[in-house]
Nanobody, 126 residues
Framework: QVQLVESGGRLVQAGDSLKLSCAAS????????MAWFRQAPGKEREFVAH????????HYVDSVKGRFTISRDNARNTVYLQMNNLKPEDTAVYYC???????????????????WGQGTQVTVSS
């Protein structure tokens, strides 16, 4: 069992930077590929970024490429999302999710992710 706890969300202004963290319980963190999703009010959940279990590969939705960076620290059981040049359209609840490296899953649609956090609110004012 893995528990994910996101933190770092808050109200910021357009153009600001923010770093989200997702802390995982347990000692099997390095066996999970990790991702960030977000959901804005009235919209469907959207994939944001993904990082492999080793941190060697990452993948982003086009709308955040060049602005967001996903990273992880397996020694600290934590995955991060550095968000720069934030825009009002980035406003959403951000969730981290874990997918076992040994099982198949839908990287962008979210199917097959074993664990989800409770989310952290990011609000970007214009």
């Amino acid at each position: 069992q893995v528990q994910l706890v996101e933190s770092g969300g808050r109200l910021v202004q357009a153009g600001d930077s923010l770093k989200l963290s997702c802390a995982a319980s347990g000692h099997t963190f390095s066996t999970y590929n990790m991702a960030w999703f977000r959901q804005a009010p009235g919209k469907e959940r959207e994939f944001v970024a993904h990082i492999s279990w080793s941190g060697g590969t990452s993948h982003y939705v086009d709308s955040v490429k060049g602005r967001f960076t996903i990273s992880r620290d397996n020694a600290r059981n934590t995955v991060y999302l550095q968000m720069n040049n934030l825009k009002p359209e980035d406003t959403a609840v951000y969730y981290c999710a874990a997918a076992s490296r040994y099982r198949s899953y839908d990287l962008e649609r979210g199917g097959g992710y074993a664990y989800w956090g409770q989310g952290t609110q990011v609000t970007v004012s214009s």
